[in-house]
């Protein structure tokens, strides 16, 4: 070795080269770091992988304990960013839990499904490699919707020799050019032998469906640290990651989309429950300020009169809600919907004004326009100051909770719909203790988080 500085990934002194547990191997050393670069939310994860050689495999495949087995000849033929992206794919069959998601399905089958779930949005893959495309059908469904339709096929009578379960090729032999990972017959560029193997189980490893295969019996005694609880926290860890916006495509793209779609998932994000209470609060919360307080006649067009005699009424006022909106650099349009549908739910029994605060407050008045202002730092006393001397009779405050408080209940109730951010940043177990210990809301406030709202 030269005196160049090593990674962590490359340096055998590292316990993360040694919790990889891969032969030492430059091709394998330099896609991890590339993947790392490619894909940074899902470094976590990367790390929590066993990575060892084995001629055994056709090309490279993942038990459900998170070892990954690669045929040295095989990653030979690809370049480094081809094999970041077969370390990426073979790592998303952990992360989208297709083992499970299996249950008796044909493994075969759903191995290829979920080859298109994932390549459909990654790049970068050896060629031959598996899409919705291949085998019929169109971007933006899920392994379960690909394997009925390729279950409505009717499929050729086999050749000889490969009915399910048995396959031609036994033995190692080189990689041959033309076939890429999930190709419905392997999972990666070449075939064992002269033949491919048959149909009896999933070729990406028993990570994208199946049985334990017979190369990955020794795993269970030696696995990666990502199988701990069944995978469960290290694929939290990446939802985490992901909301937090690490490394994640722009949202409003399909993959930055679908990511985020795949994290609020995992994490456990009920929006319709979360709008649900957040209206049942605001409800519950203004209520005596719509009390009747009057006696007057109803206005000329009030529908309640229509077809009968008009009379006079006790009616109450319309009070003011401000909606104010952390628009800190960290916003997302997730949060801006969240604040969109707490206006809703608001104007239905009160007058809701938008406001946008990053470091300092913006009144947008009544209709909240399609361009907010914001970025930067965030100090929502600023909003919440501006809200209530303006006569709010209540503030609801869209934030990832990651910003100062005021120092004393203003006397005004505090409703705070906390995002995703808040969740992944201060309100969950585990959050860092100092943050914790500096952003949680006051005990007069009012918290509704998009995760498990009460």
């Known amino acids: 070795m030269t005196s160049e500085y090593l990674s962590p990934w490359q340096d055998p002194t590292s316990p993360l080269y040694r919790s990889h547990g891969h032969h030492h191997d430059a091709r394998i050393d330099a896609a991890i770091a590339a993947a790392h670069q490619s894909h940074p939310y899902y470094s976590?994860?990367?790390?929590?992988?066993?990575?060892?050689?084995?001629?055994?495999?056709?090309?490279?495949?993942?038990?459900?304990?998170?070892?990954?087995?690669?045929?040295?000849?095989?990653?030979?033929?690809?370049?480094?960013?081809?094999?970041?992206?077969?370390?990426?794919?073979?790592?998303?069959?952990?992360?989208?839990?297709?083992?499970?998601?299996?249950?008796?399905?044909?493994?075969?089958?759903?191995?290829?499904?979920?080859?298109?779930?994932?390549?459909?949005?990654?790049?970068?893959?050896?060629?031959?490699a598996v899409y919705p495309e291949s085998i019929g059908s169109v971007p933006g469904r899920t392994a379960e919707i690909y394997y009925g339709i390729m279950g409505s096929r009717k499929d050729p009578e086999p050749e000889p020799g490969t009915e399910p379960g048995e396959g031609e090729g036994e033995g190692e032999g080189e990689p041959q050019p033309g076939d890429g990972p999930g190709d419905g017959s392997q999972d990666g560029p070449g075939q064992p032998g002269e033949g491919k193997p048959g149909k009896g189980s999933a070729q990406c490893g028993s990570a994208a469906g199946g049985p334990t295969q017979d190369h990955e019996r020794g795993d269970a005694a030696n696995p990666g640290s990502g199988a701990e609880n069944g995978g469960e926290d290290a694929r939290r860890e990446v939802a985490e990651r992901v909301l937090d916006g690490y490394g994640v495509p722009q949202a409003g793209t399909e993959a930055g989309d679908a990511l985020r779609e795949w994290a609020e998932s995992e994490i456990g994000i009920d929006r319709a429950a979360w709008y649900t209470a957040l209206a049942s609060v605001v409800g519950s919360t203004l209520a005596p300020y719509g009390a009747p307080t009057r006696y007057r006649w109803p206005g000329h067009r009030d529908i309640r009169d229509v077809g009968g005699a008009m009379l006079p009424r006790w009616v109450g006022e319309r009070p003011s809600c401000a909606v104010v909106i952390d628009t800190s650099s960290s916003i997302t349009p997730e949060d801006i919907n969240m604040a969109r549908a707490a206006g809703h739910y608001i104007?239905?029994?009160?007058?809701?004004?938008?406001?946008?605060?990053?470091?300092?407050?913006?009144?947008?008045?009544?209709?909240?326009?399609?361009?907010?202002?914001?970025?930067?730092?965030?100090r929502l006393t600023a909003g919440i100051a501006m809200a209530i001397a303006e006569g709010a009779r209540a503030v609801v405050v869209i934030t990832d909770c990651v910003t100062p408080w005021p120092d004393e209940d203003p006397g005004v109730p505090i409703i705070i719909g906390a995002n995703a951010g808040a969740w992944t940043h201060v309100l969950r177990p585990g959050a860092p203790e100092a943050m914790a210990r500096r952003y949680t809301p006051p005990e007069w406030t009012r918290i509704i988080s998009v995760v498990n709202p009460e």
């Open 44 to 128: 976590g994860a990367l790390g929590r992988l066993r990575i060892v050689a084995d001629p055994a495999v056709a090309t490279m495949g993942t038990s459900a304990q998170w070892v990954t087995h690669y045929n040295p000849a095989a990653v030979a033929g690809w370049t480094t960013a081809e094999t970041a992206a077969v370390l990426v794919h073979e790592l998303e069959h952990l992360l989208r839990d297709h083992h499970g998601r299996c249950g008796d399905r044909d493994p075969h089958n759903f191995n290829v499904a979920g080859d298109a779930e994932i390549n459909q949005r990654l790049p970068g893959l050896p060629e031959g």
């Open 347 to 378: 104007g239905r029994i009160a007058e809701a004004v938008y406001y946008s605060c990053d470091t300092e407050a913006t009144r947008l008045g009544t209709v909240l326009p399609e361009r907010i202002p914001g970025g930067g730092g965030t």
